[in-house]
């Protein structure tokens, strides 16, 4: 930095020596007006040309010409004139000469002016022209040029048009960009639709301070000048992939907000978390929990309070671990969505097999097979109530509650995965110290275990009870990993026949039958049991565009197997006759975005609305092509007076 200061000092010295023997003679600038007697008539719009053409070496320079030099400035010689002139900058290039890093062109370029039509028709004015050009020296030159527009002629040229064509425009919707701070003075850019990033160039100006832009492998970097806290005015963001070129403005008020909405966003991660003890995807491991609680009854306080220490610490130590591993993959370019573990094959085995030897173990099936000495053993691996097994019964239960996005949930890890890193740790560990709000409950006040029934017979029920919740757990990951339904069914009904053998009386029966019509009731659609009433369309965002093109009423589902909550969504409103009829009669086009496997487009589709999680449900119509955003908790009322506020009657 220091260096690039001297070397621009150096050539300011040097521009003051040569400009005492400059004359219009030696320019290596010449300026032209494009056309001579006419105007430009582009996209309902009338623009004159400001033609440079510069000799071999020689630059001049974009609205933020870098470490050195000066943009085009446009003013009527005579400042009374009301017509006011906007100058446009097409894409530029960056330059390194000596050290300084500009931005500019070289050769030739046409700077569009949009200028207002007048009653006369006709414009014959004086206007200054101030710039700077630049090759080892820098000339900044000031002209005065007669300017002539008619504004019945207009004129088609293609050198104006094809510089025309390289400003960026706001109206361009093909880049989308993510931006986090870094620090006061530093913001990291990402573009979403990277796939050609080592093609994108990125160039921002800022009416209020010096930019300057770094690239990375995966993100470009924006340094300032001054703090942002004192940046009253947008950031301008250029940026092109040779084929496209669009401008995105950002409001750096959003980024000071940051450190304020910080607590709200902290305060939806709590609720979310505290929450996410209730979403059916932690019934398994609630299991767990509730049996380590009855063994609490008879111990004293402290001996409460380190059990439930240990549980906290596994729950947090996992939610650390997660965003640790979000924030390892985001700085290589990756960004990952609320779940993400749920689409790998290898986890869900390990979580199938864990799963299976806890359920195993509550329905006494050990009891029953193995000899003593090797259930002593087994009993001691899988013992809750020592330390070890506090603590893994936490992280257990994280990973099992990971594929649920309970309300507030999804808006907060959506403002974490946009963030910065420090706040990816502050909204997880959030979402711990929610989720794990009951045992913090006890560690304050342990004598709330004394409220817990006294230990008797129905323990043995609870315990198998919770054991056939494990079981159910173990039929919806096999199913995840495409395992034949009709094999799951029979090895589950073996596991139900032994262990009844083990303790028989009629609580163990109906809980049995119980699990065995809630299997069928859960996986009719694979005995052909539940016939579907709506053909749902697979996502496609071309097909998207063209239903929204057509004034077409839309419903996207954004799902997946895994999604314990997406599967709650289906039974309890989407596929409810209420609202089958309702979609059908007002011809609501349905479309399902199927999330179980990786699939860059969806989660491109839905990171535009900043979800990094599903369930994510959106309604479109006329009335909103943008789309209406529906909570994580569907309800048949929401769905339908949704679709009523898009346009449907």
């Not at 040229?157 to 620090?183: C, G, H, M, W």
């Not at 030897?357 to 000899?371: A, C, K, R, T, V």
Request: aromatic fraction near 14%; glycine fraction near 4%; hydrophobic fraction near 45%.
């Amino acid at each position: 930095m220091i260096i690039n200061f001297f070397k621009v000092v150096i050539l300011l010295f040097t521009n003051i020596a040569f400009a005492q023997e400059f004359t219009t003679k030696n320019n290596p600038a010449s300026v032209s007006i494009v056309p001579p007697n006419g105007v430009f008539f582009v996209e309902d719009k009338y623009y004159f040309g400001v033609k440079i053409d510069l000799q071999k070496g020689w630059k001049t320079y974009w609205k933020n010409p870098g470490d050195a030099g000066a943009p085009l400035t446009i003013n009527w010689k005579d400042s009374s004139y009301p017509n006011k002139l906007e100058v446009l900058f097409p894409f530029p290039e960056k330059f390194l000469d000596h050290g300084v890093s500009t931005i500019g062109y070289e050769d030739q370029v046409i700077f569009p002016v949009m200028v207002q039509k007048n009653e006369m028709d006709k414009i014959i004015e004086e206007i200054n022209l101030n710039y700077l050009v630049c090759k080892d020296i820098c000339i900044p030159i000031s002209e005065t040029k007669k300017l002539k527009l008619d504004f019945q002629n207009e004129v088609i040229s293609d050198a104006f048009l094809k510089n025309y064509k390289t400003v960026p425009k706001r109206k361009q919707n093909y880049f989308n960009i993510e931006y986090s701070t870094v620090s006061n003075e530093k913001i990291k850019v990402h573009i979403k639709n990277n796939n050609d990033f080592e093609n994108i160039q990125l160039f921002v100006h800022s009416e209020d301070t010096n930019l300057k832009v770094k690239k990375h492998k995966s993100f470009f970097e924006i340094s300032f000048d001054n703090n942002i806290n004192s940046i009253n005015t947008p950031i301008n963001i250029s940026l092109s992939n040779g084929k496209v070129y669009q401008e995105i403005s950002f409001d750096l008020n959003k980024v000071k907000k940051t450190n304020l909405q910080i607590i709200y966003f902290v305060i939806l991660a709590f609720l979310g978390g505290l929450i996410l003890n209730l979403m059916p995807c932690v019934l398994p491991i609630l299991s767990l929990k509730l049996y380590s609680f009855l063994s609490l009854v008879k111990t004293d306080n402290n001996k409460i309070r380190h059990n439930c220490s240990l549980i906290v610490a596994g729950i947090i130590s996992s939610f650390l671990f997660l965003a640790i591993t979000v924030i390892f993959l985001k700085t290589f370019g990756r960004v990952v969505g609320w779940g993400f573990q749920f689409q790998n094959d290898f986890f869900l085995v390990f979580i199938l097999i864990v799963i299976l030897i806890f359920s195993l173990n509550l329905l006494g099936f050990f009891e029953i097979i193995l000899p003593q000495n090797t259930l002593y053993k087994i009993n001691n691996f899988l013992d809750t109530n020592s330390k070890s097994g506090h603590y893994f019964s936490g992280v257990f239960a994280t990973l099992l509650a990971t594929p649920c996005s309970a309300p507030f949930l999804g808006t907060a890890v959506g403002f974490s995965m946009g963030s910065s890193n420090q706040n990816i740790i502050i909204i997880f560990i959030s979402i711990a110290v929610g989720f794990s709000f009951p045992y913090l409950c006890f560690i304050i006040l342990p004598k709330i275990v004394r409220l817990l029934p006294k230990p008797g017979e129905w323990m043995n029920n609870l315990k198998y009870f919770l054991g056939l919740l494990m079981l159910l757990s173990f039929v919806w990951i096999s199913n995840l990993l495409k395992i034949d339904y009709l094999l799951i069914l029979f090895f589950t009904s073996i596991v139900l026949f032994v262990s009844y053998f083990n303790n028989r009386n009629k609580f163990i029966i109906m809980t049995s039958l119980l699990f065995i019509a809630t299997n069928i009731l859960l996986f009719s659609e694979f005995l052909d049991i539940k016939k579907k009433k709506l053909e749902w369309e697979n996502y496609d965002k071309n097909s998207l565009e063209n239903y929204l093109n057509e004034d077409r009423f839309v419903l996207i589902d954004v799902t997946a197997d895994w999604c314990v909550t997406c599967q709650f969504n289906k039974i309890t409103t989407l596929n409810t006759k209420k609202v089958v009829d309702f979609l059908s009669k007002n011809k609501v086009a349905v479309v399902r975005a199927d999330w179980t496997n990786k699939d860059k487009d969806i989660f491109d589709f839905i990171k535009k609305y900043e979800r990094y999680g599903i369930p994510v449900n959106i309604v479109y119509g006329p009335n909103n092509k943008e789309g209406i955003l529906l909570p994580e908790i569907l309800s048949k009322d929401i769905v339908i007076n949704k679709l009523m506020e898009v346009g449907v009657k």
